[in-house]
């Protein structure tokens, strides 16, 4: 991973915000993730404001919906040890 780089700042972001946020990214709305996923829309609400908890099988469907890895959902903190990087 020689082309890895840190951030230079870091932010926590909660579950529910990185669904919100990579939902966002790839300019998808609530209805329209619902639909490619068959979770309810209501559903991806709550999810996106942490009054639901994820879950793996939720995680599995809504990364592939999303084009990432269940653990980017999953752990959105979770960094590399500072020696991996080098």
């Known amino acids: 991973m020689k082309e890895y780089r840190p951030a230079k700042k870091r932010m926590t972001v ?8 990579l ?3 790839q300019e998808l709305s609530q209805n329209q993730l ?3 996923t068959g979770i309810p829309q209501a559903t991806i609400s ?3 404001n942490n009054r639901v908890r994820l879950g793996v099988e939720r995680a599995k469907v809504l990364a592939r919906a999303l ?3 269940p653990g980017v959902l999953v752990f959105p903190g979770w960094q590399l040890p500072d020696n991996a990087a080098a």
């Not at 909660?14 to 946020?21: D, N, Q």
Request: aromatic share 4%; net charge positive; with cysteine.
């Open 23 to 25: 939902r966002e990214f």
């Open 46 to 48: 709550a999810i996106e």
């Open 67 to 69: 084009k990432c890895h």
């Open 34 to 36: 619902a639909r490619l």
């Open 14 to 21: 909660s579950v529910g915000e990185s669904v919100r946020m």
